[in-house]
Nanobody, 126 residues
Framework: QVQLVESGGGLVQPGGSLRLSCVVS????????MGWYRQAPGEQRELVAG????????????DYADSVKGRFTISRDNAKNTVWLQMNDLKPEDTALYYC???????????????WGQGTQVTVSS
């Protein structure tokens, strides 16, 4: 059973930074693409960043939602079974519950498996 545990959320002022972490256990981490989703109250869950698996190549590819491009960076370390989301220049509209997910890419589109963490709250407010 694949388990994901997020951490690193909190309250931050606009313009500030946070780094979210997600540790994965119970599976072969390197074969999964990984994604960070977020869900604000009353909104649908949305994919904000994805990173490909790196089983067959030395580097992973990444992609981002337009709303976070240039501000968020997703990265992974297969030796640590960990994926991170570095969030800079945070805005009030980034406030949401952030979830880590294991999935796969097909035709450059990220598809989630039903492997989710419990979420970590990010609140951007002055």
């Amino acid at each position: 059973q694949v388990q994901l545990v997020e951490s690193g959320g909190g309250l931050v002022q606009p313009g500030g930074s946070l780094r979210l972490s997600c540790v994965v256990s119970g599976g072969i981490f390197r074969i999964y693409a990984m994604g960070w989703y977020r869900q604000a109250p009353g909104e649908q869950r949305e994919l904000v960043a994805g990173i490909s698996s790196s089983s067959f190549s030395s580097t992973s590819t990444t992609d981002y939602a337009d709303s976070v491009k240039g501000r968020f960076t997703i990265s992974r370390d297969n030796a640590k079974n960990t994926v991170w989301l570095q969030m800079n220049d945070l805005k009030p509209e980034d406030t949401a519950l952030y979830y880590c997910n294991a999935g796969y890419y097909e035709n450059s589109i990220y598809f989630p498996y039903d492997y989710w963490g419990q979420g970590t709250q990010v609140t951007v407010s002055s």
